[in-house]
C-alpha cells in the first residue's frame, strides 16, 4: 500500500523546498488533517505523477493561481516553487504577463508585486531588456503568431465579431498575439499550458478553454499532458473546474480526430 504522506512530503521537499515545510508545520497548528489532506492528495497523489515534470506544473500553478486572483499566499509559495525547480525569474515574468488577456491588468499587477516580494526575498533580479517586439507591424505578426495554434482563427473572429466592433479582432490579434505572445522568453507550448491552466481554474469562459486546448494539442501538448493540467487545477480551483476542464479536453480531441474542430 503507498504512504501517500511520505511520498507527498518527500515530492513537497522537492517541489517547494522548506517553505513547503513550513506550510505543514503551519496548518498543523490550526488543523491536522488539513495538512493531511494537502500531503496525500495534492503531493502524494497529484504532483508525484510523471506525465509533466515540475517546472511545467510550477509554470501551469503560477498561472492559475494569477488568474484566479483569490490566493496571493499561495501564488507566493509557488513563485518560490517555480524558481526551486528550475524556472527562471524571466519566465515567471512572462508567464504573469501573459495573463493580462486572460484576468486582466489588476490580476496580473497583483501577481508581479508578488512576484518582486520573492525575489527580494531570495535576492535575485529580473533583467530590465525590453521584449517588446515593436510598434510596427503588430497586426501581422499577430496574425502570424495566433495561426501557429489556430489557423484560420483570424476569419473566425471577424465572422464573430466584425458585426458588433470591428476593432475587437484588431484588439485581440494585436495585443494577444502581436503583443504578448510575440515577446518569445517562452515557447508557444509553455504559453498554451500557461493558458489552459488558467481559463480552466477561472472556469468562466469554455469556449476560451476549448480552443486554447486545441491551441495546445497543435503545440505539441498531448491529450494526456491537458489532462494533467486539469487534475493540477483540481487543487486550486477544485473538481468542478477540473472535471469540466477534462471533459473539453476529451471533446476538443474527439472534435479534432472527427476533423470538425477549428
Known sequence: MTDFAATGRKKLLEIDGEAGVRVEEALNGICPDLARYLIEYSFGEIYTREILDNRTKEQAVVAALTAMGTAAPQLKVHIHAALHVGCNPEEIREIIIQMIGYAGFPATLNAMGTL????????????????????????????????????????????????????????????????????????????????IAALAAKGTAPSQLRFHIGGGLRAGLSEAEIVEIMLLVSIYAGFPAALNGILATREVVTAMKEGTGR
Not at 145 to 163: C, M, N, T, V
Request: aromatic share 8%.
Open 116 to 195: 518582486m516580494d520573492v525575489l527580494q526575498e531570495t535576492g535575485q533580479t529580473l533583467s530590465k531588456v525590453s521584449a517588446h517586439a515593436g510598434s510596427e507591424g503588430r497586426y501581422e505578426r499577430g496574425k502570424e503568431w495566433l495561426s501557429r495554434i489556430a489557423p484560420g482563427q483570424e476569419q473566425a473572429l471577424k465572422e464573430s465579431f466584425d458585426k458588433i466592433n470591428t476593432d475587437i479582432t484588431r484588439f485581440v490579434i494585436e495585443f494577444g498575439y502581436g503583443d504578448i505572445y510575440a515577446r518569445g522568453i517562452l515557447p508557444v507550448r509553455s504559453r498554451q499550458v500557461a493558458t
